[in-house]
């Protein structure tokens, strides 16, 4: 636990020191105000929550996707990823610490989010269920978590691997109905949608928000939790497997 | 038992690209032993094996046949004991959170090898002065110069306080001084008990501070001499360049016993090639003598030297 801590707090400096970390906090109030202007010019406060929703989780998934991926990709370019190999830490732990710090600080989407939606629009959020709300918030943030290892150990996989994240953010974001609930999307896409952690976590989101009593809360926090543990279980698994692999075939560095 | 073994050890790799799919061999039958305390070389032109043979005993590479062991515990099977057993080290600007200070990358990796908190402290500090980077531990790691990264990659190295070091091409891109800091450091390491084998291109870094070197070449290795014999190979081939000869005096340098051969060079020099140990020096004389003052000597690149004895003498030096 010792090595996690560390690798944890090591992300954090990093991450302070590096301009591209911050890129998703810097992008969320335009795309605060793109929604709410949406919102208003339809007239329809009924959907505000979605407008503050979408820029949060579309923004704590870019920090998992983008930054989650360039932790792997960077130690490989910097000769580090070898030096882990080398040591007797379990590398995946180690990706998965340092992309729960990028996700940490992710969450400052969230102030920032809100803030830009008082300052703009004058939107007063009043938030009905903070306890579901909190507690979504937090094993999605836990479940991004998962899936940014996933996305980590695809950088090692191919060089194609940016322009892969950039397509794979959509089709998720979507099915997620991060900003177009579910049951808005045709019923075929609703299955699929189902499966990604995201489609639970933004409405639960919404319902917390709009709702004193939410329905099956616990259930539907379990099934984020679940599939979140699935997203973390298959990145560690591809790290291990993805590290195993180019010890055979040489592909750990860049040179 | 040696502190590092390696047993018939090959590696293979696929090659990709326009010759994709064909094998090209990177080490063959590679049986080697450094002996615990030494400082042990691997000395090769680039492309030779060294980093592909690090890399393996280091964890990161597997072989493709044959085995190898550090203090007894096989690289592909005890992998978990074995990566406690050694420190890596590489050359050049890689291997550093350059966004991190000195003192944040070591307590990182202090972390990653379970060095106890305290002692982890007392750890740090002790490789930062150890490295002569007191004063600068709590600077970003983009601020150094090249040597002072160098010097951090070893006490990285060094960290876990490991027996066993394994530096690749460490003083690559180091200027004189900064060289000759680095070995200081390296033999200081060795009388402290470590064993270190280190891969370099550099035949006058090998003779300087290595035990015993082993030279290796295409993947395989030519021999495993000790730098005496090493010297004795370089000063042997130390060249003489002189500017602006005459034809009279380049007959009479020319007919000196031991020149091998006589090249014109760019720029109007002449480079008289011995292949005696005392001939240089009695060209330089000869070449004074006659007062030609521009003169210059250099020692010969490790495959002229590859050429001019092992090319001979083939397997038996």
Known sequence: MRAAAAAFRMQLSLAVRTPNYWMVVISTPPQVVLFLSVVDVFDRPDLVTNALMAPILMNMWSASLWTGGAVMRDDRWLGLLEIHAASPQPYGLIVASRVAAVILLSLLVIPVTLLTAVLTYGVDVEVRNWEILTSTLTVTALAIVGTGIVFSSMTILSRAAVTFQAAASYPFLLLGGVFVPLELLPEWVRPFGRLVFLSWSSDLMRDSVTELVVENALARLAVVVVLGLLGFAAGLWLIRVILDKVRGTGEISTI | MGAVETFDLRREFRTSGLRRGETVVALQDVSLDVEEGEIHGLLGPNGAGKTTLIKILSTVLLPTSGRAEIFGYDVTESTKTVRKLFGLVFGGDRGLYTRLTARQNLDYW?????????????????????????????????????????????????????????????????????????????TGLRDEGKTIFIATH??????????????????????????????????????????????????????????????????????FQPEREDASAEILQLALNHGFASVRTGYPSLEEVYLRTMGDRGMEV
């Not at chain 2, 002189?242 to 002449?270: F, K, N």
């Open chain 2, 110 to 186: 202090a972390a990653l090898y379970e060095v106890p908190t305290q002692q982890a402290k007392e750890t740090v500090e002790r490789l930062i002065h150890l490295v002569g980077l007191d004063g600068r531990a709590e600077d970003r790691v983009e601020t150094f110069s090249r040597g002072m990264r160098q010097r951090l990659h070893l006490a990285r190295g060094l960290v876990a306080d490991p027996p066993v070091l394994f530096l690749d091409e460490p003083t690559v891109g180091l200027d004189p001084v900064a060289s000759l800091d680095f070995r200081g450091m390296v």
């Open chain 2, 202 to 271: 550099d035949m006058a870094e090998a003779e300087a501070i290595c035990d015993r070197v082993t030279l290796i070449d295409h993947g395989e290795i030519l021999a495993t001499e000790s730098p005496r014999t090493l010297g004795a190979w370089i000063s042997a081939f130390e060249w003489v360049e002189v500017l602006g000869l005459d034809i009279e005096t380049r007959d009479i340098l020319e007919a000196v016993p031991g020149v091998a051969s006589v090249a014109d060079q760019p720029g109007g020099w002449v480079r």
